[in-house]
């Protein structure tokens, strides 16, 4: 288990790192000269060259990289050039709205995937089964960002149920997570479809092994062999699958935040990518990267505890 | 051939036709503001209405239609064009420092939330449809590498090749001439799949403004101008998302349809 896990930290580590110099480059390398990029056609030349200053534009590339990356390391992000903050003052205040929403769409997918899976396994071909595989058809094909409009449509404009957009801050924890349901469940429709598909036939795959047969052998009711054995079991692909959507639901956000004006990362992102605050863009791309590729690797490490097998493989 | 082949092919032909006819005729011409009749409802001389500038909805729907499948089918494109030769070398020299250095390449992007980067790549080079295209091809990349390599891993096994090589063909002759034509049913089905996911991708990167640019009509594009007239036409805004719903779930249908009536194996299993 520890080879194990010290195989995967060394490739984490080159992940991070490979991520790291790609995004970099793509920021500071391919533009030319950032700062000139930053602000604009019209800008004065001794604008950019204070920028440029600003910036440490005038040091060597791999100097650049290192102070970037050390920077990040020690929590420095550095300074946004449009809102004259530091980026991760301007993180933090907005992690607060994507990570809950990102969360709170996952155990909801989670909750509706899960029992229309395990449901939809043990009717295999009845009507139940055909209701719930169709259903997913829709839900892969629908666009959420459409869905979340739909939503706003029915239960903000007409039901006024909810609001149509904004967020009123976590100073009332109710109001907060009742501003982030309609884009939770908008966000959450999609993984929610794949997840169930993805329930159902692992979990068809294990009813069909021997050791179902032997539960089945030994007295087991369908039911019971499929709640003790199969369950179990199914659950290993059904994990890695939570472990990728995660980053959708994160990238996710960005486009659900532009539908409800929720102050999170996404719009974070958008309007720096608007306003050309390179420095922005880049530190919560390289953030949003950061987090998809350790999810990945808690979930590789989660299930290698549960199955000695994986462990074997690797 | 089973239901969802013929709902699936029906509901792509429709859309491909529409995009197919756009380049001939539409009802009226999209580029042409019609302020008077903005916002009419349905049916009359306007057969989906029309928008906040009077423009006619089905053009902007047909004009879509090219849109979404000309940024889809490219992505796809490029994704199968370097994927599949990648996978293919991959799996030519199995085992090699090659082989490791395509897959954890292929791994690495896997780790990207690839919506994440298409809107770093739109940032810097600016937002258009050939930016799109990039974006969402370079992500089909690794899906048809890792579906290759895995497809002809065991193909090589087989005493076929074993005698393609007795013969004294080479490992690039073998993958064109005996290896691809093995795994081209898989490719259609993928690609059918990865298909209707960039016509997705498309209207997600055209509804933030990161896709193709005003005057070219988009669905994601249509359906942004739409969201602040939800509550007084609501049909601007649902006609849009309908036309991609369909498109994507005809696809979709489309692919598990092929992948029933390619693959015997599977056909034997239902009937």
Redesign the interface.
Known sequence: MIRFALGRLV?LT??LI??SIV?FA??EV??GDPAAFMLGVNARPDTIAALRAEMGLDEPLIARYAAWVSGMVQGDFGMSWTYKTPVATLIADRIWVSLPLAIYALALSTLVAFPAGIYAASRRGGAGDTAIMGAT??G????N??FA??L??VFA?NLRWFSAGGFPGWADPWAAIKALTLPAIALALPQAAILARVMRSSLLDMLGEDFMRTARAKGLTCRQALWRHALRNALIPVLTIIGLQF??L???A??IE??FFLPGLGRL??QA?SARD?IV?ESV?ML??FT??MV?FIVDLTYAAVDPRLRARA | MSRNLIIGAGLTAFFTGLAALSFLWTPYDIEVLDIPNRLLTPGGAHLLGTDHFGRDILSMVMMGARTSIAVALVAVGIGMGLGVPLGLWAAARRGSLLDDVIM?GN??VF???????A???????GPSAVNAIIAIGIFNIPVFARLTRGAALPLWERDFILAARVSGKGAARISAEHILPNIANLMIVQGTIQF?LGI?AE??LS??G?GAQPPTASW?RM?AD??TL??IA?HV??I??FA???T??GL??LGDGLRDWLDPRIRVVRT
Do not use: E, K
């Open positions: 490739s080159a992940s490979v991520a995004i793509v920021v391919i533009p058809q829709l892969v094909a629908i666009p960002f459409w409009m739909i706003v449509l404009i980053s959708f994160l990238a996710g960005i486009i532009q539908v992102i958008f990518i390179l863009v791309v949003l990267v998809v590729i990945n | 954890r791994d690495l780790a990207f939330p690839s919506l994440v980067i809107i770093l790549i739109t940032a810097v080079f209707s997705l209207a997600a509804y933030i990161l994601g359906l739409a969201q939800v509550s609501p805004a649902l849009p998302g991609i719903l369909l994507v779930l979709n249908l």
